[in-house]
């Protein structure tokens, strides 16, 4: 079934063969992958990037897995009909359930997110893991954990976390962190899902402990896999024309464009975050 956030008009995908910069769709249940995005125009503003947040059937973090496996494929999809030169599932959710199943079936690089459990056993004996139940479960996230024996991690499955903090941001006010996370006395906290990573400095204060998100990590990939080059041969860039509301501009060089229906929602929560 297509999506009906993701319809386009002909008109807009006819604009998309104008541009000429390598394109990296980003995608997320909602609003989390936001994190991601930030993180990669950071480290690489010379992408453009499509933001796919599929917010109105967020949260995904307890949705059956077969159920998570067709949106992200649809969301894949779009990115495809847009000429992505790569895909980035900016949500650890949609990694665990799909990510192995959609690199067999699409044609450019499609990474994941990791949690960055390596970096916090490097420095710290213990971490906590916050995440959501179909990640919690999930054979990838305990195959990781298990590469590092020395570190004693405990995995939290939080059921309604990134519904509040989805919640919470799109109606501009302050998540209740509290009704959520579990008493913890670990070391430093792991963050295992890309929601929670916009509010990491009230998770910190919250446990008063380091904190770590993968984000950085996810846009340092990126940039490895697709060689660091800005424009390439045959590449496509930017359909949505400048008067349009899901259009953020250009300013330091850097395009990004926000598709479906929520497009405004996660751009206006992009710029509130990301561009201060
Ligand atoms: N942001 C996502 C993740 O990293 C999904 C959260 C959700 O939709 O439940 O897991």
Redesign the pocket.
Known sequence: MRQKNANFSKKEDKKLSDGKKTIVGVF???V??LSVLGACVRLAPQFSYLYYGDNAR????SRPAGEIVCFVREALQLFRERGAAAAVLA???ATAVAVERMRREFPFPVLG?EPAVKQAAARYGSALVLC?PR?AESERLRRLIARFPACRFTVAPLEGL?AEIERSLCEGKEPDLGAHLPPDRSACVVLG???YALVSDKIAAFYGVPVFDGAAGTARRLLSVLGGFGEAEGSLGGYINKSSPSFLGESGGEQVFFLGESAPLNEKIYKQMFKK
């Open positions: 997320d249940s909602g989390g992958g967020a949260p995904y973090g949500c650890n959710t997110v959501t990640t990134a899902c890309t929601h």
